[in-house]
């Protein structure tokens, strides 16, 4: 008997891990890496909270990520230093100069998609849904490039049409 308990339950968990796997999709950045550096080797500590609320403004989700990948790029420091509302704190700890920097991020969908997309949830583009697996900070440079800059992985969440999507991001960094 117990034998099939423990076979049952590890059964759904495999198919936790498969769905988890063929629904990690998103719909702005490719799941590999590409030029990210794991940020334990940065002078950046990196974390955000996402708070999720429907149409009505009703509180959905609050999700915590910490970054765990960088880009290693100046135009970080030049975005932190361009707001001198972002810097909220400056102290010095072990002899080095450390700043703590929080920029808040809205995004708000629409109530339609543009498109439908051929993953789950995108079924119908006034009525969707997709499941966020990843928080990244994406800035513009002056040219209008822009730049995945920090990036962590969460626990999937769901975001619907309409849902808005606030992240505070707390960046620490030592100069």
């Not at 800035?139 to 606030?166: A, C, W």
């Amino acid at each position: 008997m117990k034998k099939i308990i423990i076979l049952a339950i590890l059964g759904f968990s495999l198919f936790t891990v498969i769905s988890t796997n063929v629904y990690a999709e998103s719909l702005y950045v490719d799941a590999t890496i590409g030029d990210m550096k794991d940020i334990d080797e940065s002078k950046y500590r990196v974390s955000g909270v996402s708070v999720v609320r429907n149409d009505d403004g009703a509180l959905i989700s609050v999700i915590r990520v910490d970054a765990t990948r960088y880009n290693e790029n100046p135009i970080i420091d030049e975005f932190l230093e361009s707001d001198p509302e972002f810097l909220v704190k400056e102290g010095i700890i072990n002899n080095e100069k450390i700043s703590l920097h929080r920029v808040s991020v809205d995004y708000h969908n629409e109530r339609c998609s543009l498109k439908t997309l051929q993953i789950p949830g995108f079924n119908d583009p006034c009525n969707w849904y997709h499941r966020a697996f990843v928080t990244m900070l994406g800035i513009t440079d002056p040219e209008g490039e822009q730049h995945f800059v920090f990036k962590g992985l969460n626990h999937v969440y769901v975001v619907r049409s309409l849902d808005q999507v606030m992240t505070i991001w707390d960046i620490l960094s030592k100069n």
